[in-house]
């Protein structure tokens, strides 16, 4: 079993930045995938960015490439996702997710999740 809990969510203005972290825990597989989703109401949930075990393979959404940025540290068994330059249209509860070896897109890749953290950015 897998465990994931973010953290770092909140209300900030246009413009502003936030810090998201997940921490995983429990069986969390060798050299796994880790990304983040988004989902605002009444849309389905979409993919933001993911990142390789090593760190070397990033992948971003368009809609937040230059702006968001994805990192992890291994020895903490946690990823992070630097968002900055963030927009109302960015506002979503924010999750993590997991899953062994290469990239996924789609949620129905990933097997664990994390509880999700709310994003809300004003205008």
């Known amino acids: 079993q897998v465990q994931l809990v973010e953290s770092g969510g909140g209300l900030v203005q246009a413009g502003g930045s936030l810090r998201l972290s997940c921490a995983a825990s429990?069986?969390?597989?060798?050299?796994?995938?880790m990304a983040w989703f988004r989902q605002s109401p009444g849309k389905e949930r979409e993919f933001v960015a993911g990142?390789?075990?090593?760190?070397?393979?990033?992948y971003y959404a368009d809609s937040v490439k230059g702006r968001f940025t994805i990192s992890r540290d291994n020895a903490k068994n946690t990823v992070y996702l630097q968002m900055n330059s963030l927009k109302p249209q960015d506002t979503a509860v924010y999750y993590c997710?997991?899953?062994?070896?290469?990239?996924?897109?789609?949620?129905?890749?990933?097997?664990?999740w994390g509880q999700g953290t709310q994003v809300t950015v004003s205008s």
């Open positions: 429990g069986r969390t597989f060798s050299r796994n995938f």
């Open positions: 997710a997991v899953r062994p070896y290469g990239p996924d897109f789609g949620r129905s890749g990933y097997d664990y």
């Open positions: 990142i390789s075990w090593t760190g070397t393979g990033t």
